[in-house]
């Protein structure tokens, strides 16, 4: 199995900044896929921003210019820093990864179990 153990999340004022950090351990032989996605009260989780074992990126358009994902891939974590934040940033923050656990493995899903970040004066 895999864990993830995330950290950085927080109360934050509007303009202020976080870094989110996530922690991937376990059985892992190979991790392709890592990203940030947020769930507000009463709404779907979503995509914050992802990038590939290769380094693309991916970000939600709310994110462009303000959050940047990265990875250390000897560390087996991804980070997401987080400047200018605004209210409507407000919500759980989860980490997720594809990983495989064997050489012949299918990669899977994993999941954090959530961080909350608050932006509010």
């Known amino acids: 199995q895999v864990q993830l153990v995330e950290s950085g999340g927080g109360l934050v004022q509007p303009g202020g900044s976080l870094r989110l950090s996530c922690a991937a351990s376990g059985s892992i032989f190979s991790i392709n896929a890592m990203g940030w996605y947020h769930q507000a009260p009463g709404k779907q989780r979503e995509l914050v921003a992802r990038?590939?074992?290769?380094?693309?990126?991916k970000y939600a358009d709310s994110a462009k210019g303000r959050f940047t994902i990265s990875r250390d891939n000897v560390k087996n974590t991804v980070y997401l820093q987080m400047n200018s934040l605004k209210p409507e940033d407000t919500a759980v923050y989860y980490c997720?990864?594809?990983?495989?656990?064997?050489?012949?493995?299918?990669?899977?899903?994993?999941w954090g179990q959530g961080t909350q970040v608050t932006v509010s004066s």
């Open positions: 997720n990864v594809n990983a495989t656990t064997t050489r012949w493995g299918y990669p899977r899903p994993y």
């Open positions: 990038i590939t074992s290769g380094g693309s990126t």
